[in-house]
């Protein structure tokens, strides 16, 4: 097996993909602004994959609601994005979305 040696001359990479002149001008009620927008957008995106795996699977929200034992109001809460999936109900949803056979057999 032959080894080969690199070194990387640090002053050739690039210094990044941000403007060091923009984040040192961002004020702290931009970045509010800003994470409020990505935690909505990330629960949208909870919401979507939610509803995908239900669909996925071909079950009415009361019919998945009772499959996984976790209330109606919950299930559309998640698909409705005002709730997001926590801990093993996110776990269970990922399970479902990669093995929905197994899983479903398995409740």
Excluded: Y
């Excluded at 640090?10 to 004020?27: E, K, Q, W």
């Excluded at 009361?62 to 996984?68: G, T, V």
């Amino acid at each position: 097996m032959k080894t080969v040696r690199v070194k990387i001359d640090s002053a050739s990479l690039a210094v990044g993909r941000i403007d060091p002149a923009r984040v040192d001008a961002t004020g702290e009620e931009e970045i509010l602004t800003q994470q409020a927008a990505d935690e909505a957008e990330a629960m949208q995106d909870s919401a979507r994959f939610a509803r995908r795996v239900r669909k996925r699977l071909g079950l009415s929200q009361a019919e998945f609601s009772r499959r996984i034992d976790v209330s109606l109001d919950t299930i559309r809460n998640w698909e409705q994005g005002k709730r997001c999936p926590t801990g093993a109900a996110k776990a269970l949803l990922k399970i479902l979305h990669n093995a929905p056979e197994a899983a479903l057999a398995a409740l």
